[in-house]
């Protein structure tokens, strides 16, 4: 496969005036949707907005603005062509560093090529057309400084904050960790982690939410309970039901993991846990108030067993946690509102 650099990310297009209308583009319900969209739509006030999966469906205009989530994938390529309107700009908006992810061999061939496929190549090939670059964390706006992005950090909805489930305190203790296809070494490095943390105590069980492709990794350690990744309204739902006592996120420091967002804090929040974060970049923000730590197992393991021992500590942890997610409301200025008012 084709390795790109960090100059595949550009936009050179112009807009040519005011947006009348935003029309997103996404795949279906997911969590970068939630995250980073919701809110700021929520905030236009007295704008027309269309959400589609299919751009065919809604009959673009001139005027519009066409904002693609995270991908544009090859059956939406001629609606960022389209000869017969004139689109006042267009933009995409990304999560995750894609150079990093095609270019990482621990990650399956098939998802490198679709993220290369539908992220990396049409931001080559239309690069003329596109108006704006949007991305979630500083670190990826200075990896791809030159598509001049703006910054889209995650916000919390209102309902992430709503009551979970109340833990069963004569049940073990919960400590949960999930995570998607493109944290395989990631799941390795918490599976040691609960290996070790087993060879001290079995008092705790830990829910699991990951890729079919992963269970092996899980296999055979004790009080684990391991579920396929569930769909974004699935899981959703399930945490907010189920909550946990603890949620772990450890990471390997690498190119494409300093580059992530820190939505698990909005992930815990929702859960009514504690966490626990790895000692990288997207969790700096939350460093005087959240236990940090690097990828030594051993450390994670003690931890983990310090903080469900002490269950005043892990209930200040979570609210404390709580508390600064909250301040997450207010993020400024709107970049969306900046496409509905004249170009200067």
Known sequence: MFLPDYTSITATGTRSGPARRLVVLVQGPNPTVEYYFSRRLEG??????????????????DGDYLLACRYLPPRWWRFLHKPSVRLAGAGIFFDDDYVAMVRDRNLPMHYRAHIFGSGLFPLRTFRQRW??????????????????????????????????AQRDVKGRG??????????????????SVWSAVCARTETYELDVIGPKVLAGVWRGLPNVRFRSELDW??????????????LIAPLFDTVLNRARASTKAIDAVRMRAAALFPMLEPYACLQDIAPMLGDRPDDWAQEIITIMQDGARRRQLAEDLRQRVSQWRDRGRNPLADLFESVT
């Open 233 to 246: 309204q699935a899981y959703e739902a399930t945490t907010a039901a189920e909550g946990a006592d603890l």
């Open 131 to 164: 108006t704006d670059v949007f991305v979630s964390t500083e670190e990826l706006a200075d990896r791809f400084a030159g598509a001049h992005p703006k910054l889209f950090p995650p916000i919390p909805r209102e309902r992430d904050f709503g009551v979970a």
């Open 44 to 61: 236009l006030n007295h704008v027309t907005v269309k959400m589609t999966t299919n751009p065919a469906s809604v009959g673009l205009e």
């Open 174 to 191: 919960r400590v949960a960790f999930h995570a998607q296809l493109s944290h395989i070494k990631d799941h390795e490095l918490a599976a």
